[in-house]
């Protein structure tokens, strides 16, 4: 079974941009989550989705957000980018609701100029 | 908020050595704890989850342990190989979420 998949894998945005991820869960997965992972915050938690329903949000401001497709795919936004929006995005699915085993994938490195 | 931390950044062992990662954690209402490992370049990796109401679980060559009382979560990691070189995550979930809050993580180094 194919695992996660991110798409694009790299990105380069300047300042003011915005920009879209996505990223398609395991077969069968219906619990999508979104995280961001930087050197100084570590991985903090953007939001989640389930059944094309935002069940969960991280303390991210409205800059972020996210929506998630009846074939359980999501994509996150982020709008008028930032240096400090420069991070890898990783998108995790699970089973359910997402109280089960997230797995995640490769993520998408976005780099902000 | 509440957080997940470790207590190690760092941790380097020789190859065929155990290895533990210890993972302090302040929340209270947390019931499932989870460890992943992330190679450089790619995403975490599940590698063993344990909920609340045990205190022990093994999978194949690594052990977690769960002490709710100090809330203190290890990985033991037995014969650690090359191919273990990774940085190790704890995480961890309330019972009403689906929210994982991680550690900082620990950079284990295997040496040949």
């Known amino acids: 079974k194919a695992g996660v998949t991110q798409t694009p894998r790299y990105l380069i945005k300047t300042r003011g941009q915005q920009v879209t991820l996505s990223c398609s869960p395991i077969?069968?997965?219906?619990?999508v989550s979104w995280y961001q992972q930087t050197p100084g915050q570590g991985l903090q938690f953007l939001f989640e989705?389930?059944?094309?329903?935002?069940?969960n949000k991280g303390n991210f401001p409205g800059r972020f957000s996210g929506r998630q497709f009846s074939n359980s795919r999501s994509e996150m936004n982020v709008s008028t980018l930032e240096l400090g929006d420069s991070a890898l995005y990783l998108c995790?699915?699970?089973?359910?609701?997402?109280?089960?085993?997230?797995?995640f994938g490769p993520g998408t490195r976005l780099t902000v100029l | 908020g509440e957080s997940v931390g470790l207590h190690l950044p760092t941790l380097s062992v020789q190859e065929g050595d155990n290895s533990i990662i210890n993972c302090a954690y302040s929340?209270?209402?947390?019931?499932?704890f989870i460890w992943y490992k992330q190679e450089s370049g790619k995403g975490p990796q599940f590698i063993i989850d344990?909920?609340?109401?045990?205190d022990k679980r093994q999978g194949q060559r690594v052990t977690v342990l769960l002490n709710k009382t100090v809330k203190h979560l290890s990985l033991q990691i037995a014969a650690t190989q090359p191919g273990d070189s990774a940085v190790y995550f704890c995480?961890?979930?309330?019972?009403?979420?689906?929210?994982?809050?991680f550690g900082e993580g620990t950079q284990l180094t295997v040496n040949p």
């Open positions: 995790a699915s699970s089973l359910a609701d997402g109280t089960d085993t997230q797995y």
């Open positions: 077969s069968g997965h219906r619990s």
């Open positions: 989705y389930f059944s094309e329903t935002q069940r």
């Open positions: 929340n209270s209402a947390s019931d499932y």
């Open positions: 344990i909920r609340s109401n045990m």
């Open positions: 995480a961890e979930r309330e019972t009403s979420g689906s929210r994982l809050t």
